[in-house]
């Protein structure tokens, strides 16, 4: 079946600094990538939806200077969190989908910022 | 406007016997998907069964199955004999308009489902 690939599984940084997530689509063209965030508990919240090749479109609140998303081919997607703080901990899973497929999900990143 | 109610925070079920997780939705669209995911505690999403807007019959896969009611837009997954590695979160999605690839998924609060030996 179609596999996604989520990378890091699991980060911890210092305040302040910059992360980057990899999402990647193994065995099929992704032509759309999806990003959530998981608060503990609670469900998944779509932050943004990227096209292979254009801008992403993020959802109201979500700060696209922040989180910084890239869709440069059909199999990655990145998303990089700008000078993270404690805040930014979460739970973060990407998709990905190929037209009008089903949507595959990564196995997240649990991402810690101390 | 909620589009996917779960209105169980939290189930219990004894070990083996059947459980019934409730969704509504709501949608104005003809066409559309309904999902039910499954998130263990190590946080990865595990599709467990999908169902049409124009399908017929109420899908199953395996121990699960899918109590699709159309008209009260109602789309509650049922596990039958239920096991200890069923304890988890459970989400119900729907994807709207089935033609358009854009589209993302709308996720339920979700239900954590703990199963008793």
């Known amino acids: 079946g179609a596999v996604v690939s989520q990378h890091p599984s699991w980060v911890i940084c210092k305040s302040g600094t910059s992360v980057k997530i990899e999402c990647r689509s193994l065995d099929f063209q992704a032509t759309t990538m999806f990003w959530y965030r998981q608060f503990p508990k609670q469900s998944l919240m779509l932050m943004a939806t990227s096209n292979e090749g254009s801008k992403a479109t993020y959802e109201q609140g979500v700060e696209k200077d922040k989180f910084l998303i890239n869709h440069a081919s059909l199999t990655l997607s990145t998303l990089t969190v700008t000078s993270a703080h404690p805040e930014d901990s979460s739970f973060y899973i990407c998709?990905?989908?190929?037209?009008?497929?089903?949507?595959?999900f990564g196995d997240g990143t649990r991402l810690s910022i101390l | 406007a909620q589009k996917i109610t779960q209105t169980q925070p939290g189930m219990f079920v004894q070990e083996k016997e059947a459980v019934t997780l409730d969704c509504t939705y709501d949608?104005?669209?003809?066409?559309?998907?309904l999902f039910w995911y499954k998130q263990p505690s190590s946080g990865e999403m595990i599709f467990l069964i999908y169902q049409g807007s124009y399908d017929q019959q109420n899908a199953t896969e395996g121990r699960y199955s899918l109590n699709f009611q159309k008209a009260r837009k109602s789309a509650n997954l049922v596990i039958s004999a239920s096991q200890l590695g069923d304890s988890a979160m459970y989400f119900c999605?729907?994807?709207?308009?089935?033609?358009?690839?854009?589209?993302?998924?709308?996720f339920g609060p979700g239900t954590r489902l703990s199963v008793l030996p």
């Open positions: 999605a729907m994807r709207e308009g089935l033609a358009n690839y854009g589209q993302n998924f709308v």
């Open positions: 949608t104005s669209d003809p066409s559309y998907g």
């Open positions: 998709s990905a989908r190929h037209r009008n497929q089903p949507q595959h």
